[in-house]
């Protein structure tokens, strides 16, 4: 009985020698502690949240909006992606908002705006889509913001004197430079406003363009 004490401590005493060392017998370093991660600034939380917050409930009232545009109703779901989310990221859908507020405390959006500013090679693209009769014009995400070259695509409100102060806000928005109106805007306003706004006047290259347009349209 004794033997067989003795036995089982050696091999306890044993196991944890072994248990010690490396079966390679290399000693291996400790493992170093994880570093803490760099924690966000309490402000520049908040303001993401707020941004996150505020994409969203735009996002989804553009879209209630679209869905009572005929012009948009054979859209798919998929065609969200670059028609609403890519020009909002780029900051190239311009609200406006009316000057009385809900009985909430907050103003519904009156209208917006979809326009981008692109370099020569985009502008190309756009004039030749506009052309063939594309509607609404597809743009990659990084092109709604590539260039200096103004385009005002569409322009969406519930009605014609709506549609008037929209297009006239949005000319504080995009001070600078020629400013090109895709055909669907001629036929939305008065010409005299868009004079007014310095809006540029079609060429011969724009007017076939926008003759295309509207045959494709009236299709």
Request: hydrophobic share 45%; charged share 25%; aromatic share 4%.
């Amino acid at each position: 009985m004794t033997t067989a004490k003795n036995n089982s401590a050696e091999a306890r005493n044993g196991n944890a020698t072994a248990a010690g060392k490396p079966a390679n017998g290399v000693k291996q370093k400790a493992a170093a502690p994880a570093e803490d991660a760099p924690q966000l600034d309490p402000e520049v939380a908040r303001k993401i949240a707020e941004l996150r917050t505020t994409l969203r409930e735009n996002f989804g009232k553009i879209v209630m909006v679209m869905m009572m545009v005929p012009r948009y109703r054979a859209q798919m779901l998929a065609d969200l992606q670059h028609i609403v989310l890519d020009p909002m990221l780029q900051d190239r859908i311009a609200i406006a908002y009316p000057g009385k507020k809900d009985q909430s405390g907050e103003a519904d959006m009156a209208g917006f705006a979809i326009w981008a500013s692109v370099s020569e090679e985009v502008d190309a693209r756009i004039r030749e889509q506009i052309a063939n009769g594309v509607f609404p014009v597809r743009l990659k995400s990084d092109e709604w913001n590539s260039g200096n070259i103004n385009w005002l695509l569409d322009v969406i409100a519930p009605n014609r004197s709506t549609i008037t102060t929209v297009i006239a806000n949005f000319r504080q928005v995009v001070k600078d430079g020629e400013l090109h109106l895709h055909p669907l805007i001629t036929r939305l306003v008065d010409a005299d406003v868009l004079e007014k706004m310095g809006a540029r006047k079609a060429s011969e290259t724009d007017a076939e363009a926008e003759t295309g347009a509207e045959a494709a349209s009236t299709e």
